[in-house]
């Protein structure tokens, strides 16, 4: 019998009832806030506004045109299966258990979208039973709010792994993006933290959306329902749970890049929810410094053509907590700076610290008109306070010192600190450097 046609006997049906819709909407938005809810570019499915609202289930996650939107971010159960070190829904943790039914979630969300109050869904869910039985329940709610109830928004999709691949392909017939967390940077730390998981299980959900969608990407503008999860395959990592240095996380997330055809790779700073010998000692800061340079190099790996050994090398294994990874491999490399702005080729531009993939376009077309002065590269979109020590006009090297390293970070590190006030960047950083890391322009 096919998975449309196998009747679904739920083992979690005593807890559908005793709880109102509301009650069931506080658990399960609060059990969800621990997933990274990405970006929703590339759906061409009509969105309509959103308003701000601070209600149970509600975020606001940003688009890829830089647009922020609301979504219903919630959890189809928290009733799960699994004991995992780290995991707020963790089977020995003792705390209220809810889970939704197909029907309320799907007229849930409908109430939500119709009063404005949200442009799209993301939705996830603890394991209850068996990987399949699960997933068949979140595409039964996908299936009413596309085919009952003609929903047209936004859909983010979280796949359980282990489900069968035609679970998966039906997903990508109804999601706008689909993810699956990999959890864990590497085996072992898998293996520590969520040993009842399997490492292949979770890879072969990667290679199982490849097999299926490879081609099958409609143009945008198409038909809705000719479309295959046109914004792509996603992922998550946990960073900071276990030892996994930056070099371990990176070369995870390059082999997936380039193995699966994955979209993005989201990192998380570990939050500690529960008490437990395998993880770190709770009452630390999370690492979201760390968060935010892996962040900046997954930029680099992705849109600027760095190769992972030019970011980061076995003797090296963690990225510099003080610059981005992009001013920390010219410093590096002084060998070849200062470039000629108006010489330089793209891929040399794309190299400079402070020049981004807007600003080399604006300057290769500014180029063509005239001959370009260190004065007019503000305007242009450079980052003038990390390019001038890596650039000049022909005429004029803006940044006064010597090409040294050591001269060159003191000098960049006082210019940090100038911007943000002296505010520690342990916690909060930069506003140029938290704008890099959302739109990429390094």
Same mark, same amino acid.
């Given at each position: 019998?096919?998975?449309?046609?196998?009747?679904?006997?739920?083992?979690? #049906?005593?807890?559908?009832?005793?709880?109102?819709?509301?009650?069931k909407l506080r658990i399960l938005s609060g059990a969800a806030k621990y997933d990274?809810?990405?970006?929703?570019?590339?759906?061409?499915?009509?969105?309509?506004?959103?308003?701000?609202?601070?209600s149970s289930g509600v975020c606001h996650s940003w688009s890829a045109d830089g647009r922020c939107i609301a979504l219903l971010k919630v959890l189809y159960s928290n009733h799960c299966r699994?004991?995992?070190?780290?995991?707020?829904?963790?089977?020995?943790?003792?705390?209220?258990?809810?889970?939704?039914?197909?029907?309320?979630?799907?007229?849930?969300?409908?109430?939500?979208?119709?009063?404005?109050?949200?442009?799209g869904l993301f939705l996830s869910s603890a394991v209850f039973s068996s990987p399949d039985d699960t997933m068949e329940r979140l595409l039964e709610t996908l299936r009413l709010l596309r085919r009952?109830?003609?929903?047209?928004?936004?859909?983010?999709?979280?796949?359980?792994?282990?489900?069968?691949?035609?679970?998966?392909?039906?997903?990508?017939?109804?999601?706008?993006?689909m993810s699956a967390n990999i959890e864990l940077p590497t085996r072992r730390g898998l293996e520590l933290l969520a040993p009842e998981k399997k490492e292949h299980e979770i890879l072969q959900v990667f290679d199982n959306f490849k097999r299926q969608?490879?081609?099958?990407?409609?143009?945008?503008?198409?038909?809705?329902?000719?479309?295959?999860?046109?914004?792509?395959?996603?992922?998550?990592?946990?960073?900071?749970?276990?030892?996994?240095?930056?070099?371990?996380?990176?070369?995870?997330?390059?082999?997936?890049?380039?193995?699966?055809?994955?979209?993005?790779?989201?990192y998380s700073a570990y939050i500690?929810?529960?008490?437990?010998?395998?993880?770190?000692?709770?009452?630390?800061?999370?690492?979201?410094?760390?968060?935010?340079?892996?962040?900046?190099?997954?930029?680099?790996?992705?849109?600027?053509?760095?190769?992972?050994t030019e970011i980061l090398e076995p003797h090296q294994?963690?990225?510099?907590?003080?610059?981005?990874?992009?001013?920390?491999?010219?410093?590096?490399?002084?060998?070849?700076?200062?470039?000629?702005?108006?010489?330089a080729d793209q891929a040399e531009l794309?190299?400079?610290?402070?020049?981004?993939?807007?600003? #080399?376009?604006?300057?290769?077309?500014?180029?063509?008109?005239?001959?370009?002065?260190?004065?007019?590269?503000s305007r242009l979109g450079v980052v003038m306070k990390r390019a001038r020590y890596f650039l000049h006009d022909g005429r004029c090297f803006p940044g006064g010192l010597p090409q040294r390293e050591d001269s060159i970070r003191r000098a960049m590190l006082s210019d940090r600190q100038r911007q943000a006030g002296q505010q520690s960047f342990d916690f909060i950083p930069a506003a140029a450097d938290a704008l890099s890391a959302r739109d990429g322009e390094l």
């Amino acid at each position: 019998m096919s998975h449309q046609q196998r009747p679904f006997h739920s083992p979690v #049906t005593a807890i559908h009832t005793g709880l109102s819709l509301d009650a069931k909407l506080r658990i399960l938005s609060g059990a969800a806030k621990y997933d990274a809810a990405c970006t929703t570019g590339g759906t061409p499915r009509r969105s309509r506004g959103s308003d701000v609202l601070h209600s149970s289930g509600v975020c606001h996650s940003w688009s890829a045109d830089g647009r922020c939107i609301a979504l219903l971010k919630v959890l189809y159960s928290n009733h799960c299966r699994y004991d995992c070190a780290y995991c707020l829904n963790r089977r020995s943790n003792n705390h209220q258990r809810a889970s939704f039914t197909p029907h309320e979630l799907a007229q849930l969300t409908m109430d939500f979208y119709r009063r404005n109050y949200i442009a799209g869904l993301f939705l996830s869910s603890a394991v209850f039973s068996s990987p399949d039985d699960t997933m068949e329940r979140l595409l039964e709610t996908l299936r009413l709010l596309r085919r009952k109830h003609a929903f047209r928004g936004y859909i983010h999709l979280k796949i359980i792994p282990g489900c069968s691949a035609g679970l998966l392909g039906a997903a990508a017939g109804l999601a706008d993006r689909m993810s699956a967390n990999i959890e864990l940077p590497t085996r072992r730390g898998l293996e520590l933290l969520a040993p009842e998981k399997k490492e292949h299980e979770i890879l072969q959900v990667f290679d199982n959306f490849k097999r299926q969608c490879s081609g099958r990407h409609q143009p945008l503008g198409g038909q809705p329902n000719n479309l295959i999860n046109p914004a792509g395959m996603s992922t998550q990592m946990m960073i900071g749970a276990t030892p996994d240095n930056d070099l371990d996380i990176l070369r995870r997330a390059d082999l997936l890049y380039r193995r699966s055809g994955l979209q993005r790779v989201y990192y998380s700073a570990y939050i500690p929810v529960n008490r437990d010998g395998r993880l770190p000692a709770p009452g630390g800061p999370p690492p979201l410094l760390r968060e935010h340079r892996l962040y900046q190099a997954d930029w680099l790996l992705r849109l600027y053509r760095f190769d992972l050994t030019e970011i980061l090398e076995p003797h090296q294994p963690h990225l510099d907590s003080e610059l981005d990874p992009k001013a920390a491999w010219a410093l590096r490399h002084l060998e070849l700076f200062p470039l000629d702005v108006n010489r330089a080729d793209q891929a040399e531009l794309l190299r400079v610290p402070g020049i981004g993939m807007r600003s #080399t376009k604006r300057i290769l077309g500014a180029r063509r008109q005239t001959r370009l002065r260190i004065d007019n590269l503000s305007r242009l979109g450079v980052v003038m306070k990390r390019a001038r020590y890596f650039l000049h006009d022909g005429r004029c090297f803006p940044g006064g010192l010597p090409q040294r390293e050591d001269s060159i970070r003191r000098a960049m590190l006082s210019d940090r600190q100038r911007q943000a006030g002296q505010q520690s960047f342990d916690f909060i950083p930069a506003a140029a450097d938290a704008l890099s890391a959302r739109d990429g322009e390094l």
